[in-house]
C-alpha cells in the first residue's frame, strides 16, 4: 500500500496505490491532513474517500481523487490512506480523530 499525490497545475489529486501477491479484497480509504497530522481537511469530517471490495493481486490498482477544497501554494500537506480485509458495511477510520493516520505520504502544494 502506498499513499502518494499528482499535480496538475492547479489541481492536486490524492492517490492510492495497492498490490498484493496473492488476489485478496480490500476496503481502501483516503483522505487530506494538514502537514501536522493533527487535522482533516479533506474530507473534513468522516466518512473518509471509500473504495470498496476492491481484488487486488500482483497488477495492482491505482485510484486518484480530486481534492475538492482550496489549497494554499507552499504549505505541505498529508495524504493518507488507511486498507483492511473486505467486510461488507465495515465503517471506515475515524478521520476527525487526529490519532488516526493510517499510511501517510507529504506533499508540498506548489
Same mark, same amino acid.
Given at each position: ?5 499528482? +499535480?496538475?497545475?492547479?489541481? *492536486? ?9 496473492? /488476489? +485478496? ?12 497530522? /493533527?487535522?482533516? #481537511?479533506?474530507?473534513?469530517?468522516? $466518512?473518509? !474517500?471509500? =473504495? ?5 493481486? /500482483?497488477?495492482?490498482? !491505482?485510484?486518484? +481523487?480530486? !481534492?475538492?477544497?482550496? #489549497?494554499?501554494?507552499?504549505?505541505? =500537506? ?5 486498507? #483492511? ?7 471506515? $477510520?475515524?478521520? /476527525?480523530?487526529?490519532? @488516526?493516520?493510517? *499510511?501517510?505520504?507529504? @506533499?508540498?502544494?506548489?
Amino acid at each position: 500500500m502506498r499513499p502518494g499525490w499528482e +499535480q496538475r497545475g492547479d489541481e *492536486l489529486y490524492m492517490v492510492a496505490q495497492w498490490r498484493s501477491a496473492a /488476489s +485478496q479484497r480490500l476496503d481502501v480509504w483516503i483522505w487530506l491532513k494538514d502537514a501536522t497530522g /493533527s487535522k482533516a #481537511l479533506y474530507p473534513a469530517d468522516p $466518512p473518509a !474517500i471509500g =473504495y470498496y471490495n476492491m481484488t487486488t493481486g /500482483s497488477a495492482g490498482f !491505482i485510484k486518484k +481523487q480530486k !481534492i475538492g477544497v482550496p #489549497l494554499e501554494k507552499g504549505r505541505r =500537506y498529508e495524504v493518507c490512506i488507511y486498507v #483492511l480485509p473486505y467486510k461488507p458495511n465495515q465503517p471506515g $477510520p475515524k478521520i /476527525s480523530n487526529p490519532e @488516526v493516520d493510517g *499510511l501517510m505520504a507529504g @506533499v508540498l502544494y506548489e
